[in-house]
T-cell receptor
Framework: GENVEQHPSTLSVQEGDSAVIKCTYS??????FPWYKQELGKRPQLIIDIRSNVGEKKDQRIAVTLNKTAKHFSLHITETQPEDSAVYFCAASQGSNYQLIWGAGTKLIIKP | EAGVAQSPRYKIIEKRQSVAFWCNPISGHATLYWYQQILGQGPKLLIQFQNNGVVDDSQLPKDRFSAERLKGVDSTLKIQPAKLEDSAVYLC???????????FGQGTRLTVV
């Protein structure tokens, strides 16, 4: 079946540095790619999403890039802060009803 | 704006027992999702409703799981009989439509012993 691979599973960066999380997907028809942040014991929340008709989207310190040819997309967080510590999930849509296939998650640790 | 409401928050049952979860989505949201999230993994879609119709239930173990969305609003997810491997957090989410932001409820943590 369709799947989404996410790397790394754990990422530790110094506060103020940048963090990059990468995902690859298998369904070439996928056209919607959201990123969710889940803090410990809390619900996932959307932080940014991108559609296949654009290659990059930015929102303050967060950006997402999409390479449709290579079927991968990445989350970039600049000037990381302690509150960025969480698990981040990528997802890719499949089918005409945009069912989401989720990655396994990346635990981001911001070191003070 | 009220968020997605789920109940109960926690449930402990013995294997082979039955359990039901309830979800009230954000008013006006046409799309409702039930996800299963096992500890350390990403959410896995169990079923997706568009209004009161099922658009995807390909990953729902239909021999033991069932779900319905009455009048296109509230939804219930039932497991009967439960197995040990059903221990997980069950998340309900809703969105205004397809390929739009999904808003999640607090989830129900199910432990099967």
């Amino acid at each position: 079946g369709e799947n989404v691979e996410q790397h790394p599973s754990t990422l530790s960066v110094q506060e103020g540095d940048s963090a990059v999380i990468k995902c690859t997907y298998s369904d070439s028809a996928s056209n919607y790619f959201p990123w969710y942040k889940q803090e410990l014991g809390k619900r996932p929340q959307l932080i940014i999403d991108i559609r296949s008709n654009v290659g990059e989207k930015k929102d303050q310190r967060i950006a997402v890039t999409l390479n449709k040819t290579a079927k991968h997309f990445s989350l970039h967080i600049t000037e990381t802060q302690p509150e960025d510590s969480a698990v981040y999930f990528c997802a890719a849509s499949q089918g005409s009803n945009y069912q989401l296939i989720w990655g396994a998650g990346t635990k981001l640790i911001i070191k003070p | 704006e009220a968020g997605v409401a789920q109940s109960p928050r926690y449930k402990i049952i013995e294997k082979r027992q039955s359990v039901a979860f309830w979800c009230n989505p954000i008013s006006g949201h046409a799309t409702l999702y039930w996800y299963q999230q096992i500890l350390g993994q990403g959410p896995k879609l169990l079923i997706q409703f568009q209004n009161n119709g099922v658009v995807d239930d390909s990953q729902l173990p239909k021999d033991r799981f069932s779900a319905e969305r009455l009048k296109g609003v509230d939804s219930t997810l039932k497991i009967q009989p439960a197995k040990l491997e059903d221990s997980a957090v069950y998340l309900c989410a809703s969105s205004p439509g397809l390929a739009t932001e999904a808003f999640f409820g607090q989830g129900t943590r199910l432990t099967v012993v």
